[in-house]
Every structure is written in C-alpha cells, then in structure tokens.
C-alpha cells in the first residue's frame, strides 16, 4: 500500500476528483465554491478541473438544498456544500420534511444520492452561529444518514462510499481537524457508511467518541496509561446507522462506558447510546455510564468562555477516573 | 374533425374526469371511505390540464396539497390515485402517502407535497438536472398564491433565473391561502407581478379560460426548451370547496361562491364547444358516463386492495430495508 500524509480537507478533496472521474452525474454545489474554492479552500482545484460541475449559488440554503433534492430524484448524485453546519436550520424543511421523507412517503419510489456536507464545531471564536454540533437533530430524523469521520483515512473513503450511496447523507466535518494530518493509500478503497472502527484497544473503559472527540479520546487514552489505566477508543465514524456490534463488543469486553461528543449532552447521541447499552447490556455494566459534551448554553465567543463550555482531554480524563471508582492523582 | 377539434375535446374529457374524481373522492371522504383530510381542485381544472395539456411524458412537475388534478393531468393512473387515498398496498405509495403524497416517478411526477411552497427548491434540482444532462425537458412547478408568499418561492424564483432553468412556475391564484384571502395577505395585485423582481417574464390569464391557459404554458413551455429560461404564470381561478372538505368556510359568503359558479371553467368550455358545434348533446352524455365508468371502476379496484400489512411500516425508509430499531437488515 502506498501511504500519503494528506489532510482532512486534501482527503476530501481527493474523493471529489475521484468519484467526478467515475461517474458524470456527481456535481457539487453550493456558495463561493469557482473563484474562492470554497469557503475553507476545500474545493480548490476542482472548479478548473470539472467546469460546469462545480455550481456557485446564491445565499440561498433552502433553494440549494432543494436543488440537490431534486436534482437527486432526476438522476443526478449532487454534492451539496452548505458552508456550516449552523446553516442547516435556513433549509430545515428541505432536510427533513422533503430530503428525509421522499423515498418513504412515496412508497419506495425514488431514490435520493444527496449528499449534504456541513463543516461543524466550535473552538474557533467562530460564536453562536458558526460553532454548532447539530447531529443529534439529524440522526433524529427517520430517511438520513449521518456520518462525522475525524481522520484523512476515514473521511476519504466515506465521501467517496456516501457519494455512491443511494441514501440521503448528512455528512459533518469538525471545522478544527480540517488541516489535521493523516495517512491515506494511493489506492482506492471505500470504507462501508455503519461501520465504527477501534482506533485504540484497550481492557479497562470503552470511550465511545466521533469527530474531534476521537483526538481528545486518544490524547487522555495517552496520559491514563501512564497512570496503568487502559482506555479503548471506539470511533463512531458513522453515527446513523449505528454499528451497534461494535459498541456491544467493546462495553461487553471492558464493561465500562463513556460516550463523548461536543454537542451538548442534554438529549445529544450520547444519550440514545447510553439508554440503548443499558437496555440491551445492562448485566455487562460494572459502573454507570457516563456522558461528557458541551454546557448546554449556545457556544459563546470569548477564548475562556468557549474552552469552558465545549469538552476536552480534561473532562475526559476525569470521567473516566469517576467511572473507575479512581481518585485522580 | 380539424386537429385542433380533437384537441379541444381531449381538455373537455380531462376536465371532466378532474372534477369527477374530485366529486367522488368528496362523497368518499363524507362517507368515511377516505381517512385524513382531502383538499379538492373542483374549479381549478383548467389550471392543471391547460398546462399539463402541453408537456411531455418525460417532462416533470411538483404538486401540491391540493394536486389530484395535476396528477391526473400527466396521466396519473385514478386506480393507485383511489387506492393511495384510501390507504391501500396497491396505492401508488403503497398507503404511505395518501392524498397529499401522490407521485409517479415514472410520469415525471416529483411528489404533491404537504409543506405550502415544498415544491419549489425541488424544481429547481428538477431543472438544473435537465441542464446539465442537456436534455431538452422542461420542469413545472404548481403552486398556490399562498405559497408566493413563502421564502423558497423568491429563492428559486431568484435562481431558476440567474441559472436561465426551464421552469414554468404556475400560480394557481384560487384566491385564498388556507382561509386567508389573496388581497389581505399578498403585497402584489398579481402574483405575476412579482416576476419583475427576478427578471423574468410573468403573465397572468383567466385561469378559468383553458384556451388562455393553454396559449401561455404552449409559450413558456415553448421558451423553457429553446433554453431562454424560466416564467412565472398566474392562472386566476376560484377554489368552489373549502380548504378542506367540512371547512365551515367562514371567511366568505355564499353569494360569493354562487357567482363564480357561473364561471366554472367547465360549464364555460362545454358551451363554447357546443357553440362551435365541436360538442352535441349526446357526445357530451357519451364522455361523462365513460369517465363515471372508468372511476368506478377504479374506486371498486380500490375497495378491493388490500391494506397494507402493518410491518410494511417498517419498509422503504433507505435503499436497502432495515430494522429502524438497531438499522439491521430486514430481510
């Protein structure tokens, strides 16, 4: 395997170019993608490389999103970039009263190849509307896909497998792992939408984490096995559908659960995963199953502020010792 | 018969069966055959076949809550229409939709829509996929003046322009959203109007004339396919029912409704082509039996099918059918 470091959005990227070579209909749309590349540089290149497949917009969100949709249903796979996740709330009808109920509500007679690409997070002094993590809304909501990868390797191939799908997928990206590095093979490969991956093995607690809360998983995976504590670091990669067998094996191995996300924890995913082991898994479980997400405020805009609200190493770290019956050294 | 002749008598037949299948879907609905709610075209068939009367079976339209018509028009089966109403498997959505649900994908038919103005991002899509395939379809969107009051109408009204898609957006001004009348709530005496923001042609017809209507959709369609953009039509008509069926209907008067009786687009038709000696008495008898007899037919075939089992609850939410529980495969 030829391994290249690329980043997250140079992963992306790559994806794009691959699957526009592979098949005609894949488009991408949405605002200040020709001249400026997109609004983070993710698009550059692209424009020149497929003219006329790559479509500037109006600020339009709810006439962009629906142009995906119909485009969709009259044998195009369009790509729509929707600039932030916080966005989504202008095409809300789009998303989930048309996007995510046409196939059912017809009876199973269209399909719906849309993918809808919102870069979300906080931690940029970005504020209230730039830093949101919505996905529990999505992932409520009975027709989508969701999925929010946090590594070059894993974002490559599920862009690539969420452009071939025949389903509705809403796919985050944390904005502050855009530049984050990693390797990815030259080769092609996909990697299947409902499949987690462990991206570190470990006896004691089973860390369920997406985005960008896989790198704070990891770090605090770090600095606990330094005090003999083994943390095993599950990444969701996709959250809907959930790849429920792999959760089940984890916590059935380490009988400990945190479960980590940035949104707030107050009915976030960490939520439904919790109530599921618990239903399903309850006489596995040494210790209570703890969550650890943002303070259920908006995300403010000053630096402390900010790092106060969203979770980090700290809060994992210190859970973790809570679910363990530890006291922290 | 002069070509134009049978034309003319093919709207009058399509018109009839549009406000047959409403009136029946009426007396269904009254004898609590149909459940849920239904919101009926009766005086609107001039909008949906005057249009439809001009696009192809590959071209596509969106429809709305009150879309029985425009499904028809395109040539919509009144079998699976009945059997969908009536929550049937063999409804065109297997019993998943219902009245404001009907598509038929196969017919370009993108979906009646529940949300008021759900159908216009869609035709934008429909349209910038008709540009990019670079075929020579043309997209129409239904709608009704309450939803030009809505956001996604001035969005895409916005970018169907700046992009030149082949759109015909066509107002059914039936004079009320909902309950609310056109004047109190619109800012424009004309929804066409409203086509000068978005620089692009905008026409507004007697919608209850089918000739008229069908000479300004023959033009947009016309000018959609040479690929010189969209336009916005307004078909002035009156919606004879409520909203709903059993809508008290407070917010008019009898009188009102009476006097626009004499406009029914159908009564009008029937006497011109009697005038022209295009339509006699017996042809006339001739088509409404044939039409009583085909949706008869179609509302037996209906009462017929079965209702869906209630696992089918669980189908047809992704591509491959899964347990909504713990997305496992169904099979």
């Known amino acids: 395997m030829n391994l290249r470091e690329l980043t997250n959005t140079e992963a ?195 860390l369920i984490a997406y985005s960008i809360m896989v790198l704070h998983a990891l770090e ?28 089940a094996e984890s916590v059935t191995k380490t009988h400990r659960v945190l479960i980590a996300h940035e949104a707030c924890v107050t009915c976030g995913f960490g939520a439904e995963i919790s109530a599921r082991i618990q239903e399903e898994l309850f006489d596995e479980l040494d210790a209570p199953i703890l969550r650890v997400g943002a303070y259920r405020v908006p995300i403010p805009f000053s630096p402390p502020l900010e790092r106060f609200v969203i979770p980090g190493k700290e809060s994992l770290i210190k859970s973790i010792y809570k679910i363990l019956g530890k006291e922290m050294n | 018969m002069k070509e134009d002749h049978q034309i003319w008598l093919e709207l009058y037949r399509m018109m009839v069966k549009i406000r047959r299948f409403e009136t029946l ?87 009646a829509n529940g949300v008021v103005a759900g159908g216009f991002p869609i035709i934008v899509g429909a349209g910038l996929s008709i540009k990019l395939r670079g075929t020579d379809q043309v997209a129409v969107c239904f709608f009704g003046d309450g939803a030009s009051n809505r956001g996604p109408f001035h969005e895409a009204l916005n970018m169907a322009s700046i992009w030149k898609l082949p759109i015909l957006f066509v107002c059914e001004n ?47 369609v016309e000018r959609a396919r040479k690929g010189e953009g969209p336009t916005l039509i307004e078909n002035r008509t009156y919606r004879l029912r409520g909203h709903f069926e059993g809508d008290p209907q407070r917010y008019r008067t009898k009188e009102e409704v009476e006097n626009f009786l004499e406009k029914d687009p159908i009564k009008r038709f029937q006497e011109f082509l009697k005038n022209e000696k295009i339509l006699n008495e017996e042809m006339d008898r001739q088509i409404w039996q044939a039409i009583d007899s085909e949706l008869t037919d179609a509302i037996r075939f209906a009462e017929k099918s079965p209702y869906p089992q209630p696992m089918e609850a669980l189908r047809d939410l992704y591509a491959e059918d899964v347990d909504p529980l713990f997305q496992r495969s169904l099979a």
């Open chain 1, 12 to 206: 992306m990227a790559e994806a794009l170019r691959e699957e526009m070579i592979r098949d005609p209909s894949v488009f991408i749309i949405g605002e200040d993608l020709v001249a400026h590349g997109g609004i983070f540089g993710q698009f550059i290149g692209l424009p020149q490389a497929f003219p006329g497949r790559v479509i500037d917009t109006p600020i339009s969100e709810t006439a962009i999103v629906g142009a995906g949709l119909g485009a969709a249903l009259t044998g195009m796979r369009p790509f729509v970039d929707l600039h932030f996740a916080d966005f989504t709330t202008c095409a809300m009808d789009e998303i989930v009263n048309q996007v995510a109920k046409i196939r059912y509500m017809f009876g199973g007679q269209a399909k719906i190849p849309l993918v809808i690409w919102a870069p979300d997070g906080a931690g940029l002094s970005a504020a209230a509307h730039h830093s949101q993590s919505l996905e529990a809304w999505f992932i409520h909501t009975p027709g989508l896909k969701v999925v929010s990868p946090c590594f070059p390797y894993d974002v490559k191939g599920l862009i690539k497998a969420s452009i071939r799908s025949d389903d509705p997928i809403i796919f985050f990206m944390h904005k502050k792992i855009f530049s984050s590095k990693g390797p990815v093979p030259a080769e092609e490969y996909l990697i299947p939408l409902g499949k987690a991956e462990i991206k570190r093995k470990g006896k004691d607690v089973t």
């Open chain 1, 220 to 247: 605090a995976a770090k600095e606990l096995e330094k005090e003999g504590i083994d943390v095993e670091v599950l990444d969701l990669r996709t959250l809907w559908p959930m790849d429920w067998e792999s959760i």
């Open chain 2, 25 to 111: 879907t009426g007396e269904l609905f009254a004898a609590g055959k149909i459940p849920g709610f239904i919101h009926l075209s009766i005086g609107q068939e001039a909008s949906s076949v005057g249009v439809c009367s001009t696009l192809r079976p590959e071209d596509y339209i969106t429809t709305t809550h009150r879309g029985h018509g425009h499904v028809i028009a395109k040539g919509g089966d009144v079998k699976r229409m009945f059997a969908e109403l009536m929550g049937r498997s063999t409804g065109y959505c297997k019993g998943k939709g219902g009245s404001m649900h009907i598509a038929d994908f196969s017919l370009g038919i993108l979906g």
């Open chain 2, 174 to 220: 039936n004079q009320f959203a909902s309950t609310t009348s056109f004047h109190y709530s619109t800012s424009v005496k004309s929804v066409a109007q409203r086509s000068i923001a978005y620089g692009i042609p905008g026409r507004s017809v007697d919608g209850n004339d089918i000739l008229e209507v069908r000479e300004a959709a023959l033009e947009a």
